[in-house]
């Protein structure tokens, strides 16, 4: 799974997620760039992360959910799972909702 912001929010939001005690428990994070043919840039930073069980999923989402909500003019956070790509604007149950039953749906 992978998690990209644009700006300077991606070292922030990675501090965020690394200090979450819920996210510590059953997540392996780490920072990467990639190339991105078609980015404007030609390289993207993101968060990359290995989940212990689904469980560990919920409270990722939450987590960059809650961190959302603490940030002014906050860029939106993308989150790729199984090349399913998921943007995340707001700090609202229904998208936390969204993002989790997205992500979630087996591929076929």
């Known amino acids: 799974m992978r998690i990209g912001v644009k700006d ?12 979450d005690p819920d996210v510590q428990r ?3 994070l780490s920072l990467s760039g990639e190339q991105r043919p078609d ?8 968060i990359n992360v290995v989940l212990s069980n689904t469980i560990a999923f919920s409270s990722l989402v939450t987590a960059i959910v809650a ?5 002014r ?3 939106p956070v993308q989150i790729e799972r199984d090349g ?3 943007t995340i604007n707001d ?10 039953e997205a992500l979630s749906q087996e591929n076929s």
Do not use: F
């Open 8 to 19: 300077d929010a991606l070292l922030p939001l990675y501090r965020w997620l690394g200090e």
């Open 26 to 28: 059953d997540t392996t």
């Open 39 to 46: 980015e404007m840039s030609d390289t993207l930073d993101v």
């Open 67 to 71: 961190w959302l909500g603490t940030q």
């Open 73 to 75: 003019d906050a860029p």
């Open 84 to 86: 399913v790509r998921v």
């Open 91 to 100: 700090d609202s149950p229904e998208t936390i909702r969204r993002v989790i």
